[in-house]
Nanobody, 122 residues
Framework: QVQLVESGGGLVQAGGSLRLSCAAS????????MGWFRQAPGKEREFVST????????YYADSVKGRVTISRDNAKNTVYLQVNSLKPEDTAVYYC???????????????WGQGTQVTVSS
């Protein structure tokens, strides 16, 4: 069982940056690939980025590529999502997830956090 808690969301102006964090409980954090997803009001949840267990593999959605960096610190049981050049269309609840495969599909993930709200004003 893994519990995930996101933090770092907030209200930011367009063009700004945020770093989201996701802290995981348990001693087996490095056994899991981690992913970030987001869900905007009235829209389906969409993939943002994923990182392998070691951090050696990362993958990004086309919509955020070049603006987003995913990273992890296995010693701190934490995964991060640095988002730069924020746009109003980035407004969403951002969720982290843990699974056994670094994937862009949400059904590959077994555990989910409660989410953190990111709101970008124009």
């Amino acid at each position: 069982q893994v519990q995930l808690v996101e933090s770092g969301g907030g209200l930011v102006q367009a063009g700004g940056s945020l770093r989201l964090s996701c802290a995981a409980s348990g001693r087996t954090f490095n056994s899991y690939a981690m992913g970030w997803f987001r869900q905007a009001p009235g829209k389906e949840r969409e993939f943002v980025s994923t990182i392998s267990r070691s951090g050696g593999y990362t993958y990004y959605a086309d919509s955020v590529k070049g603006r987003v960096t995913i990273s992890r610190d296995n010693a701190k049981n934490t995964v991060y999502l640095q988002v730069n050049s924020l746009k109003p269309e980035d407004t969403a609840v951002y969720y982290c997830a843990a699974g056994f495969l670094a994937s862009s599909t949400d059904n590959a993930y077994n555990y989910w956090g409660q989410g953190t709200q990111v709101t970008v004003s124009s």
